[in-house]
């Protein structure tokens, strides 16, 4: 089983059906030689101005790549933009496209499960995918991806039970004082409070409590029958002012699709703007909706994460009670020392 971190990695890896690394001013790895310096010399000559240290690692990125991963393993892939987990098995050799300007060193995957919760797994599995290296193996919890990839049905709420069966005790997480790794492991806690800690109508009251904190006026309506409209914002003490902000919260890690958004716009008058909130990502129909639609944003979970972290000290304090944070500094390893 491998991790395979890419950046880059986009909706058109998913549909077409591959994984891909990055390096796209390397030719056909299958031509540049066989061997570790070989591969170390052609990342040299292309890349004159990267720092040494860094031509080594990528060399054995490369060739992890091309020469370790066979058909039938299996492929756990984050991705990035909503911090999902997708879980594949290869079903080719290494190629190069030359034809793509980028993802031109590939392997066919044909993906099981896409848009995977992170919390459905244990941190330390989510430590150990957290690795700053571009392909490398999982090896101690495996089990946990390969149930994920087993379960019978993509809901959030099976795969977590199937998952639940193979966890193990948490005792051999190492925390490295990472910034990223620190940062990813407080987004998680926050995702996973906010997932598992409150009920759906206390998401609707903490909602309401983060724009709140953002600078707006905030209320919770009736929890029944509210026609799709949970939360009403606006910046005026009153609320009689345009614009008003209607708000659906949804407190689900699943990916919500355009029959939902529209139920939110379906309540929207001409004036008023429609905020969605869900723990979980948005289908490519919704998301073309948000574009296509003035006056509609839809909130992911990590995007509210974000939000969270970034505005924790204007809470409430019942809530920061609930969510409990404290700042620290790190070590900042992108600074050129």
């Excluded at 039938?72 to 999902?84: L, N, Q, Y």
């Excluded at 993906?111 to 941190?123: A, D, Y």
């Excluded at 910046?235 to 949804?250: A, M, S, T």
Aim: proline share 5%; net charge negative; glycine share 6%.
């Amino acid at each position: 089983m491998w991790t395979i971190h890419n950046d880059t990695l986009t909706y058109e890896l998913l549909d077409d059906g591959f994984v891909s690394i990055g390096w796209d001013e390397i030719a056909d790895l299958n031509t540049i030689g066989a061997t570790r310096d070989e591969v170390k010399q052609v990342l040299s000559a292309a890349y004159p101005d990267r720092k040494p240290g860094a031509i080594p690692v990528w060399a054995g990125t490369l060739l992890r790549f091309r020469d370790e991963i066979r058909p039938g393993d299996v492929i756990v892939a984050p991705f990035k933009p909503d911090s999902t987990i997708n879980i594949g098995v290869v079903t080719s050799d290494y190629y190069f496209d030359p034809a793509a300007e980028t993802h031109r060193h590939r392997r066919r995957v044909e993906w099981k499960q896409l848009g995977v919760s992170r919390t459905v797994f244990s941190q330390s599995a989510l430590y150990e995918i957290g690795s700053v290296l571009t392909v490398f193996a999982v090896k101690r919890h495996n089990t946990e991806f390969l149930a994920a990839l087993d379960a019978t049905g993509t809901e959030p709420e099976t795969i977590a039970a199937k998952v639940d069966t193979v966890t193990v005790a948490e005792d051999d997480v190492i925390d490295e004082p990472r910034a990223e790794r620190v940062h990813r492991q407080t987004k998680d806690f926050v995702l996973e409070r906010l997932t598992r800690a409150i009920t759906p109508r206390e998401f609707e009251e903490f909602t309401a409590a983060l724009l709140r904190a953002l600078g707006y006026q905030a209320r919770v309506t009736q929890y029944s029958g509210d026609g799709g409209v949970d939360v009403i914002a606006h910046r005026d003490p009153l609320g009689i002012e345009p614009p008003l902000i209607k708000v659906q919260c949804k407190q689900r890690t699943a990916t919500i699709g355009a029959p939902d958004v529209g139920q939110l716009i379906g309540t929207l008058a001409t004036d008023e703007l429609g905020l969605f909130v869900s723990l979980g990502s948005y289908s490519r129909d919704a998301l073309a909706t948000e574009r296509q639609r003035r006056g509609l944003r839809l909130i992911t979970g990590e995007e509210l994460v974000e939000l969270v972290i970034a505005n924790y000290e204007q809470l409430d304090p019942a809530w920061r009670a609930r969510i409990p944070l404290r700042q620290v500094y790190v070590v900042d390893e992108t600074a050129d020392f």
